[in-house]
């Protein structure tokens, strides 16, 4: 599976728009891009995924390069509950699994 | 039930104690894998399910660990012989669709050897 790349780190205002960057350079393809989140002492839990087009729902929007080497999820109204571990992962083989990274730690700060 | 639940929520061993972790999936989920977490690291795969066969066991770090899914539902990660190394959290996740993302994880179980 390819590789991604994320910052180790961002802050983000309560209320404001986070938007958190990914780089998978090396994508293929017949390859997703997939973002997990992690609240601490839980297990990942899934928050969207996109082939090429943008896509939204209930909890983030996905927004995809047009040559699929970057995408960057956005929280638009970022609350403290928000705050974990966001995993950029693309995967597309038969099997399905998810490799992931060490991911982007977002703090939410009031 | 309504997510994936695993028990023991918490687990201690004494260095060279077998431990067995259990995974219930979402009812009628066909795929199922087990992610192995050290602290501070993301999940790390250690081996899928679709239905009862095991797909794939590459990721188990040694013949200490085993897993098995008899009827294709609940699912059993076994490690023997526990070592210090082994201290993580145990991960279980399903999916209803074969070979697709969107997995549903359990809160997990985690494991220290003391």
């Known amino acids: 599976d390819a590789k991604t790349t994320q910052p180790t780190s961002m802050d983000c205002a309560e209320g404001r728009a986070a938007n958190l960057p990914c780089n998978h350079s090396?994508?293929?393809?017949?390859?997703?891009v997939y973002w997990y989140r992690q609240i601490h002492s839980q297990g990942p839990q899934y928050i969207i995924h996109?082939?090429?087009n943008n896509e939204t729902n209930e909890m983030a929007s996905l927004i995809i390069t047009e040559d699929r080497k970057s995408s960057t999820l956005i929280l638009p109204h970022a609350t403290l509950r928000d705050t974990a571990v966001y995993y950029c992962?693309?995967?597309?083989?038969?099997?399905?699994?998810?490799?992931f990274g060490k991911g982007t730690k977002l703090s939410v700060k009031p | 039930g309504a997510g994936v639940s695993q028990s023991p929520r918490y687990k201690v061993a004494k260095r060279g104690q077998d431990v067995a972790l259990r995974c219930d999936p979402i009812?009628?989920?066909?795929?199922l894998f087990w992610y192995q977490q050290a602290l501070g690291q993301g999940p790390e795969f250690l081996t899928y399910?679709?239905?009862?066969?095991?797909?794939?066991k590459s990721g188990l770090p040694s013949d200490r660990f085993f897993a098995e899914r008899p009827e294709g539902s609940v699912s059993t990660l076994k490690i023997q012989r526990t070592q210090q190394e082994d201290s993580a959290v145990y991960l279980c996740?399903?999916?209803?669709?074969?070979?697709?993302?969107?997995?549903?994880f359990g809160s997990g179980t985690r494991l220290t050897v003391v």
């Open positions: 399910f679709q239905n009862e066969a095991q797909l794939d």
């Open positions: 992962i693309v995967s597309g083989g038969s099997q399905g699994n998810l490799i």
């Open positions: 996109g082939l090429k």
């Open positions: 090396t994508i293929s393809g017949n390859e997703y």
């Open positions: 009812s009628g989920h066909v795929s």
């Open positions: 996740a399903s999916s209803l669709v074969q070979g697709a993302g969107g997995y549903t």
